[in-house]
């Protein structure tokens, strides 16, 4: 590239974002990620009903699936997990 154009580029890169702010957009990037998971989670969780076809979606829950994000001192085969739009249970 030539002198002039480098030094443009060099001088557009130094103006538009601070380098000590990285850490900043990616704390908060991981923050908003997480947080959007978490409400997506909580949206379409069993207990929550959205449609009237399935008054009572928590009675689908087998014996044998866990529904909390952790289980602590239980064994359960499987665990309750919402993929897409059906929620359905997904053996780990």
Same mark, same amino acid.
Request: proline share 8%; hydrophobic share 40%.
């Given at each position: ?29 991981? =923050?908003?990620v997480g947080a959007s998971w978490y409400m997506?989670? !909580? ?5 929550? &009903?959205?449609?009237?076809?399935n008054p009572t979606p928590w009675n689908t ?10 289980? =602590? ?9 919402? !993929? ?5 249970? &997904?053996?780990?």
């Amino acid at each position: 590239m030539p002198a002039p154009q480098q030094s443009l580029r060099r001088n557009m890169m130094k103006n538009w974002f601070a380098v000590e702010a990285i850490p900043i957009y990616v704390i908060i990037g991981g =923050v908003l990620v997480g947080a959007s998971w978490y409400m997506s989670r !909580l949206a379409f969780g069993p207990t929550i &009903v959205w449609t009237k076809s399935n008054p009572t979606p928590w009675n689908t829950i087998k014996p044998d699936e866990g529904t909390k994000m952790m289980e =602590v001192n239980q064994k359960f085969e499987k665990r309750y997990a919402v !993929l897409g739009s059906c929620s359905c249970s &997904v053996n780990v």
